[in-house]
């Protein structure tokens, strides 16, 4: 600035005063030159910000609505996974009943006045005693839910689900009276491996999904040969709530811990002892 008022005052010998004040003035009319610029830029800066204020309350409120419509629309696709996914966690309750002996898990999966059939109709607590004196026919087993295809209307769902079974023979010559365990496997016996459907009705009440209608349908089935794993001290489950997995809170097992569970698999029982 002061670069260029040098350039255009010159100067004047042998007037150093007037030269000064001269000087002086000029400062002074550019510093309030200046002033005025700034005073006016911010006017202009306050007089623009009110509109952009509004702008952005309009773009908040939009955005407000934008979300509200996507998280309506949103709603329902949640409650569809939540669906499904109760249902299957009903189902995964209902295979570890079935493997672990557990009628109440079992029960738990149907509405009271459910049927169910195999081939043959069965109520709900029919069914929950049939499968238990089936079950305890083999010296182990277990059921895999699979695949799954899910049809949600309200509070009605009809579904099916791939079920993987695994059948091990037993040799109920080793079984001695009492509440149904693991046995004894017959080796000279084929292991059955099957996959079927469960093919249901749901309704769900009061929040809660629950099967109305069963229908099973077998699809194949393999046979391949046995090990007697159990009887041999290598199974750690049992068929009541002393599993593992029952075990709250889960602590770690010692060799020892692991042993005894083993051994406690090597004397089978069965509700009606020894058997062809």
């Known amino acids: 600035m002061f670069r260029t008022?040098?350039?255009i005052e010159g100067h004047v010998p042998g007037d150093d005063m007037l030269n000064q004040t001269s000087k002086r003035r000029r400062v002074l009319s550019r510093l309030l030159s200046l002033a005025g610029v700034a005073v006016a830029a911010l006017m202009l800066l306050t007089f623009a910000r009110a509109p952009v204020a509004q702008e952005g309350a309009v773009s908040a409120s939009s955005l407000a609505a934008s979300l509200s419509t996507r998280l309506d629309a949103l709603d329902p696709q949640v409650r569809y996974l939540k669906d499904r996914k109760d249902?299957?966690?009903?189902?995964?309750?209902?295979?570890?009943?079935?493997?672990?002996h557990d009628k109440d898990l079992v029960r738990g999966a149907f509405w009271p006045e459910a049927t169910i059939s195999f081939g043959t109709q069965m109520t709900r607590d029919q069914y929950?005693?049939?499968e238990e004196n089936e079950l305890a026919g083999y010296a182990a087993?277990?059921?895999h839910i699979t695949g799954q295809t899910i049809d949600i209307d309200g509070d009605t769902a009809h579904v099916e689900s791939y079920v993987v079974y695994f059948l091990v023979?037993?040799?109920?010559?080793?079984d001695t009276v009492g509440a149904a365990t693991l046995g004894k496997a017959n080796t000279k016996e084929?292991?059955?491996l099957g996959s079927g459907r469960y093919i249901e009705?749901?309704?769900?009440?009061?929040?809660?999904?629950?099967i109305l209608v069963r229908e099973y349908v077998e699809d194949l089935a393999l046979l391949g040969d046995t090990v007697d794993l159990c009887t041999s001290g290598g199974c750690l489950?049992?068929?009541d709530k002393n599993d593992l997995s029952y075990a709250r809170p889960l602590q770690y097992q010692t060799a020892e811990q692991r042993k005894a569970r083993g051994d406690a698999n090597k004397e089978p029982h069965n509700p009606q002892g020894k058997g062809r």
Request: charged share 40%; hydrophobic share 25%.
């Open 5 to 7: 008022t040098r350039a």
């Open 190 to 192: 084929k292991t059955r």
């Open 201 to 210: 009705r749901w309704e769900r009440r009061n929040g809660d999904w629950k």
């Open 141 to 143: 087993h277990q059921h």
């Open 87 to 100: 249902i299957f966690d009903v189902l995964k309750r209902y295979t570890r009943g079935a493997d672990r």
């Open 169 to 174: 023979p037993r040799d109920r010559g080793a």
């Open 128 to 130: 929950a005693d049939w």
């Open 237 to 239: 489950g049992s068929w």
